[in-house]
Each structure stands twice: as C-alpha cells, then as structure tokens.
C-alpha cells in the first residue's frame, strides 16, 4: 500500500499546477493559427478566411466545406451531411465578402497572411460529406494561392476506412464506426502533428512526440469575454419556443458558448521567462466533450515540440423540445460551432462568415488575450 502511495505521489509530480495567470501568455501575434473537427473544423476555416490577415494557417479535420450550409440548416443536412449534392468551392463569393469589408483583404484575390493549410478528409465520414474534402481543397489552394496539404487517409495503417472524427494516437475510439468521443486511433495516423508541421514546419517526429498529463490543461473564464461581445448588442436568434414565441434560452444568451474554456502552456518553452510562443487555435466537434478534446485530441503532445500554446474554446449544449425545430426556432443540440447560421436572425444570411459573427468575435477576443504581454 505504501509502495502504491509513494508512487502515486511520484506521478502526480509530474503534472503542472495551473499558474493561474488566465489566458495573457504573451504570445506571438504574427504566428497564430486555427484548426478543428466537424464544426470546429468549419468554424477554423470561417474564422481564418475572416482573419486571413493576421491568421498564417488553417487546418480542417473531417469539416464540412466554406459556405456549404449557405445559411440554411436543411441545405446543411442535405447537401454537407446527407450527401445529396456535391458541395462547391465558393471563393468567388470570399472575394466579394473581402471587396466590401465583410472580411479581410485580399491583395491580387489571394490572402496576404493567411498561406499554409491542412485538410483532413476521409472517404468513409459518415457524417460529413466526403467530397466536402475535396471542396475546401479548392477552395483553399484557389484564396490563398497555395495547395493545401491533404490528407485522405492510408491502407497501411486503416485511416482511408476512419469514421467521423480527428486521428490521434491518444485516440480513445476505433478507427472506423460511428464512435462516440471522436477522437480516434488509427495505427500511426496523427492529424494534429499533421495540422502543426503544416503550419510552423519541420517534419513531426514521433520520437519528439511529449505525452501530456490531463492535469497540464487548465481551465480559464471564457465568460467575461462572451460578456464583451454581448455587449456590443448584435441580434441574435432564438433557440427554444413558448407559446409561439421564439426566446433565447441561457446557453442562446451566452451565444451558445461554455462559461469555461481550456489552455495548455508547454512552460517548459513557453514559460515567464522564455521567448514568446506560438498561438495555435483548436475547436472541437459536435457532440464531442471540450474538456476531453482539449486532453485527448493529440495537439498538446506536440505543444513542445512546436513552441505553441494550444488554446482550447467551448460549446455548450442545449437539449431542445422537438416542437422548437417545428416552430422556427434555431436550436443546437449537439454543441455544434456556428456553420449555418444558427445565431443569425432568418435564413439565408451571412454574418456566421464574416468579422461580425459572434461566436468569431469571442475568438477574436480570446487570440487577443493570450498574445497580451505577460503580467
């Protein structure tokens, strides 16, 4: 027993306690980047092309292609998930949103920062589209002026057959099947090592691989920064309905986000004293637990390695009744990003893609504070 103990004590010295300095980190506001899975991989891509002035790379894992929804949240069904259609690169539509100020720039109708990105796809997403892939691939190498690199999955290791969700060797799924935490383990497939050297370069060692413990994530208070934008005082739609009436519920009023969100600082490189860092970016998926992505999705093992803060955002879920989808109401269920434009009042708008979104403006604030100067 006592030998378990001591032991015990041995490994928890391993973690590291929360410093409790919240999200100013100091990083580097010239080398921020943005990926993530599903939604979050369609919100990674919405917030870069938004942002493609101050964002240097972009990664979309199993994502469904930019503008596929089109604001519309049966056209999101049919054409990015039912597989009803073949979705389209829309570059020419991000050209136009940029020649009115909807987003960024674009000099010569390429991005100026905004030149390395990395697309996931497999061929046998159950979820998303498949040839939502391809579009971004497109759509991507078209705006930016660069092919992306692309990933489709490989026979030796079995992730061509993967189901929907991001490939880690800290995969807590099997590689194929419907899954249940998304994050899956297909042999030596690790599409975050891959997001990373895409973007910071440097070819993803396994052997600088770093395992992190669960307690290294922190927490941090994303709410005062929801706060911030909710002040501003943008419309934002219902997602429940009460006597025909369409009302926002507390998690709607917060903008559909968690009060909670999750760091990881590799204080070894990236401590009080050490140059500043990277900033990488890293949304969830629907359906997914943020807390777990944030310790098992594989982007912290490489953390180290790369010099990058790993910055970890959140959805919170809200269970609708059946009728508030009947009446007009604009529910999220499934703790998905804004990819269709669920916050925006109607169908058929825009703002989910331009600067205006609101879920994009808490992001805003977020990269912000962790490239403030340190306190």
């Known amino acids: ?59 979309s894992v199993a994502g469904p292609a930019w503008n596929c929804a089109e604001g519309d949240l049966a056209h999101a069904m049919q054409v990015c998930m039912n597989k009803q259609g073949t979705p389209q690169a829309k570059t020419d539509l991000a050209r136009q949103f940029a020649a009115v100020g909807k987003i960024d720039s674009l000099s010569g109708n390429t991005t100026s920062t905004l030149k390395r990105s990395f697309v996931f796809q497999s061929p ?3 979820v998303i589209n498949p040839r939502s892939g391809q579009a971004n691939v497109d759509f991507l190498a078209a705006l930016t002026g660069v092919a992306p690199k692309v990933d489709r999955g490989h026979a030796d290791d079995g992730s061509e057959r993967a189901g929907h969700g991001i490939i880690s060797p800290d995969g807590t799924d099997s590689c194929s099947g419907l899954g249940n935490t998304f994050v899956r383990r297909c042999g030596a497939e690790d599409n975050p090592a891959e997001v990373l050297s895409t973007i910071y370069g440097g070819d993803p060692d396994p052997t600088k691989r ?30 429940y309905v009460w006597w025909y009436q369409g009302l926002q519920s507390t998690e709607r009023q917060n903008l559909d986000l968690a009060p909670t969100g999750y760091i990881y600082v590799p204080t070894a490189v990236c401590g009080q004293d050490q140059p500043p860092c990277r900033v990488h970016v890293a949304l969830h998926g629907c359906a997914q637990d943020p807390k777990l992505f944030a310790r098992k999705s594989g982007y912290n093992d490489w953390a180290e390695h790369y010099r990058t803060i790993i910055v970890y955002p959140a959805i919170k879920a809200r269970h609708p009744w059946p009728w508030d989808y009947l009446l007009g109401a604009e529910p999220n269920p499934l703790g998905c990003w804004d990819w269709w434009g669920y916050l925006d009042p109607g169908t058929g708008g825009d703002r989910y893609l331009t600067k205006d979104a609101p879920q994009m403006k808490v992001i805003n604030r977020i990269i912000a504070e962790v490239t403030k100067s340190r306190p």
């Open 124 to 126: 046998q997403d159950e």
């Open 210 to 239: 770093k395992e992190v413990p669960d307690a290294d994530v922190w927490e941090f208070d994303q709410q005062p920064l929801i706060d911030a934008v909710k002040n501003e005082g943008a419309s934002v739609s219902g997602d």
């Open 1 to 59: 027993m006592m030998m378990l103990f001591v032991a015990s004590l041995a490994f928890g010295s391993l973690a590291q306690a929360d410093d409790n300095r919240g999200l100013r980190r100091g990083g580097d506001p010239h080398q921020v980047s943005i990926s993530g899975l599903s939604s979050g991989g369609a919100m990674a891509l919405q917030y870069a092309v938004a942002h493609s002035g101050s964002i240097i790379g972009v990664g």
